[in-house]
Nanobody
């Protein structure tokens, strides 16, 4: 059973930084892709960043490119999302997701999801 547990959310001022963590367990993730998504109140869940666990290729939404960095620590089975220069529009619940299908990386049809962590950016 795949389990994804996010942590690291919180309240930060505009321009600040946060690092989200996603601890993955229950499988060998070497062939998986991992994604970060976010959902703001009244909006659809949207892709933020993705990474291929094996080769560490990374993918970003245009809205976060240059500000956010996704990475993974294979020894700890953990994926990170370093968020810099945060803006009020980054306020959302952030979700970690995992799937074996590489082609899914920017789409919402991941098989496994974490419970989410709240990020609030004050103006």
């Amino acid at each position: 059973q795949v389990q994804l547990v996010e942590s690291g959310g919180g309240l930060v001022q505009t321009g600040g930084s946060l690092t989200l963590s996603c601890a993955a367990s229950g499988r060998t993730f070497s062939s998986y892709v991992m994604g970060w998504f976010r959902q703001a109140p009244g909006k659809e869940r949207e892709f933020v960043a993705g990474i291929r666990w094996s080769g560490a290729s990374t993918y970003y939404a245009d809205s976060v490119k240059g500000r956010f960095t996704i990475s993974r620590d294979t020894a700890k089975n953990t994926v990170y999302l370093q968020m810099n220069s945060l803006k009020p529009e980054d306020t959302a619940v952030y979700y970690c997701a995992a799937d074996q299908r590489v082609g899914i990386i920017r789409r919402k049809e991941y098989d496994y999801w974490g419970q989410g962590t709240q990020v609030t950016v004050s103006s």
